[in-house]
């Protein structure tokens, strides 16, 4: 079996395992949800609505008021610091628990239907500084396609991840 044939079976089985994490987190929570857990329910909502719209419990809909209160004190601030400190030729893990908690409260975002300056200037700064380094964030471009494939026109994360895509271009570009 080629390398070519195994890959899309590797992505579904991820998919699929994903798919189960995220239904079983978001009942969990649902579960013993108190106000606190309104956000982290947007977030798994959000994150699930992205591998298939039609999975989120129905029960995840109710917290919505509340998801969107906590998300007006949520600050983007500390993701955006630790991304921008970003140097060298990896990425650390502080770096990509920063990236994955951005997109996450991007997902949540998109999900609640609601517009974040804020988040939409820090995924703008973010993605300026990734095009400006792009070396140690190549190694995310497969990721960050097998992300775009599953965004929602409308979520702040995609010109994100649109950049992380393109790092194998820009490195290319910068190394000629």
């Known amino acids: 079996m080629s390398e070519r044939e195994w890959e899309p079976r590797q992505a579904a089985s991820l998919r699929v395992r994903w798919d189960y994490v995220l239904r079983h987190s978001l009942t969990q929570t649902l579960e013993t949800a108190t106000s606190d857990d309104a956000l982290e329910i947007a977030i798994l909502a959000g994150l699930l609505t992205r591998l298939d719209p039609e999975e989120v419990d129905i029960e995840a809909w109710a917290w919505r008021d509340q998801a969107r209160l906590a998300l007006a004190h949520i600050s983007v601030d500390h993701f955006v610091d630790r991304l921008t400190l970003c140097d060298g030729d990896a990425l650390d893990p502080s770096t ?8 996450e409260v991007c997902a949540a975002v998109c999900w609640l239907g609601v517009e974040s300056v804020a988040l939409n200037e820090a995924v703008d700064l973010v993605s300026r500084m990734v095009y400006a380094f792009p070396e140690p964030w190549v ?3 497969e990721n960050a396609s097998s992300q775009m494939a599953c965004l929602d026109p409308r979520d702040p994360s995609r010109p994100l991840w649109r950049t992380i895509e393109a790092t194998q271009w820009y490195v290319t570009e910068l190394q000629e």
């Open 96 to 103: 990509l628990d920063a990236l994955f908690a951005l997109d």
């Open 139 to 141: 190694g995310m471009s």
